[in-house]
């Protein structure tokens, strides 16, 4: 994948972008089911800001310095798709969000997500080092032309210190939770979707590092009952840039479909 993806004479390739890995591969929770890779390509050269949270003489500022871009994300998408079909021709398929290789072979289904930087600003005053604040982040746009900005990089260096916090305990429950959810859709506990590996990562953040730890049992029994008995419409996300459940349906977790899990997880924790 990363070689058609950093091929010579694709029509980014003298633009700034980053290739890395995001979902459970790139944050290390993987399972034995989840066997589709999932792959961001970003471009830098240009980037989507957000600069609701500026006053506005810094708005007037940044739009001061900044003007359009010539090479648009449009541009981008269409040259990766242009870089896969070389490589990969029918087996690329565009989809909502992400461009699906299919496997073949030996080789993984992969999704690769074309996106261009984000800036969320806290605060500016120019371009220079130190006279401007952002939080970094990405953006995309769906078949639809829904645009949908995410925090990866935050949502993976959050889940590393969580992990770092509970002594590499919390990586192991996240597993766990992620198989249970596979054997609750199995006896029918919940329907297949209702539970996705980025929003039971994010669910797990929000347990206290002290319900981590001992065994694998004890650890289980006193997150399950933490997260069942907690307020869970005051969580947040692991990119900590978002609230987990009822937001952006874009980039949040449905309340109801939680509420499922939690059931269904108690259900099976019970009948096991």
């Not at 109801?256 to 099976?268: K, R, S």
């Amino acid at each position: 994948m990363k070689l058609a993806l950093e091929a010579a004479g694709t029509g980014y390739s003298d633009k700034s972008h980053k290739i890395f890995l995001q979902g459970s591969y790139g944050n290390d929770t993987n399972v034995i089911k989840e066997s589709d890779v999932d792959v961001v390509i970003r471009l830098d050269s240009i980037f989507t800001y957000d600069l609701s949270a500026l006053p506005p003489d810094q708005q007037q500022a940044f739009r001061s310095s900044h003007g359009s871009a010539t090479y648009t994300h449009e541009h981008f998408r269409n040259d990766v798709l242009a870089a896969l079909r070389a490589r990969f021709g029918a087996h690329v398929q565009p989809g909502s969000k992400a461009v699906v290789i299919e496997p073949f072979h030996n080789r993984r289904k992969a999704d690769v997500l074309i996106a261009t930087q984000h800036s969320k600003y806290n605060w500016y005053v120019s371009d220079l080092a130190g006279e401007h604040d952002y939080v970094l982040g990405i953006s995309f746009h769906k078949a639809d032309g829904t645009r949908v900005i995410n925090y990866p990089r935050h949502h993976r260096e959050n889940l590393v210190t969580k992990n770092q916090q509970t002594n590499e305990w919390f990586k192991h429950i996240v597993r766990i939770f992620k198989n249970a959810r596979e054997q609750m859709i199995v006896r029918g506990h919940i329907e297949a979707g209702v539970a996705p590996s980025y929003y039971l990562e994010g669910l797990l953040y929000n347990v206290p590092t002290n319900c981590f730890g001992d065994t694998y049992v004890d650890s289980m029994v006193k997150s399950i009952n933490w997260l069942h008995a907690a307020d869970r419409s005051q969580f947040i996300c692991a990119n900590q840039q978002y609230l987990l459940l009822d937001g952006n349906r874009e980039v949040t977790w449905n309340g109801n479909d939680c509420t499922a899990f939690m059931q269904g997880i108690v259900d099976l924790w019970d009948g096991w």
